[in-house]
């Protein structure tokens, strides 16, 4: 079993910055790939980066690109969202998600466990 528990949400103002970071613990050797979701009121869940453990590539959704940015801790188990100059339009419910591999990193359906998400509300 695996558990994935997200902190580092906020209220923050239009051009703010905030962490997240989600910590793992269970069995994770078989799970090479963590990535960052979001979901909006009233809109579908959303991919907004993953990354293969250990080192690999990272990938990044257009909507954040060049102002997020998701890294690892391996010896902490844990994963960071570096969000900056952040907009209301980031305002969302953020998920931590494991998965076996990044081929479909940006699919709801694939992630293999979720944690139980952090707020973010970015105010204009």
């Known amino acids: 079993h695996v558990q994935l528990v997200e902190s580092g949400g906020g209220s923050v103002q239009a051009g703010g910055s905030l962490r997240l970071s989600c910590a793992a613990s269970?069995?994770?050797?078989?799970?090479?790939?963590m990535a960052w979701f979001r979901q909006a009121p009233g809109k579908e869940r959303e991919g907004v980066a993953a990354?293969?453990?250990?080192?690999?590539?990272?990938y990044v959704a257009d909507s954040v690109k060049g102002r997020f940015t998701i890294s690892e801790d391996n010896a902490k188990n844990t994963l960071y969202l570096q969000m900056n100059t952040l907009k209301p339009e980031d305002t969302a419910m953020y998920y931590c998600?494991?998965?076996?591999?990044?081929?479909?990193?940006?699919?709801?359906?694939?992630?293999?466990?979720w944690g139980q998400g952090t707020q973010v509300t970015v105010s204009s």
């Open positions: 998600a494991a998965e076996s591999y990044c081929g479909r990193w940006y699919d709801p359906l694939t992630p293999m466990y």
């Open positions: 269970g069995y994770t050797a078989n799970l090479y790939c």
């Open positions: 990354i293969y453990t250990g080192g690999g590539s990272t």
